[in-house]
Nanobody
């Protein structure tokens, strides 16, 4: 079994920055993918970014390209999401997710494990 624990959410003004962290426990991800999704009130959960543990490849949603950066720390089994130039439309609950296969996928059904979510609020 895998547990994912997010941290780093909060409130920030537009243009500001936040860094989210997601620590995985219960197994190591020498293979597989860890990533981030977000869900705004009344909307479906959407892909934000992911990183492959196998080849370090990354993927980003168009809406965050150039502003968000995903990274990983193998030793800590942790993935980070650095969010810069935040906009009010980035406001959502951000969820960490993991899948066992090394190919990055952008749909929720392809992920096996989920964190509890962390709120990010960006005010205008």
């Amino acid at each position: 079994q895998v547990q994912l624990v997010e941290s780093g959410g909060g409130w920030v003004q537009a243009g500001g920055s936040l860094r989210l962290s997601c620590a995985a426990s219960g197994r190591t991800f020498s293979r597989g993918v860890m990533g981030w999704f977000r869900q705004a009130p009344g909307k479906e959960r959407k892909f934000v970014s992911a990183v492959s543990w196998t080849d370090s490849s990354t993927n980003y949603a168009d809406s965050v390209k150039g502003r968000f950066t995903i990274s990983r720390d193998n030793a800590k089994n942790t993935v980070y999401l650095q969010m810069n130039s935040l906009k009010p439309e980035d406001t959502a609950v951000y969820y960490c997710a993991a899948r066992s296969h090394w190919l990055i996928r952008t749909t929720t059904t392809n992920y096996d494990y989920w964190g509890q979510g962390t709120q990010v609020t960006v005010s205008s």
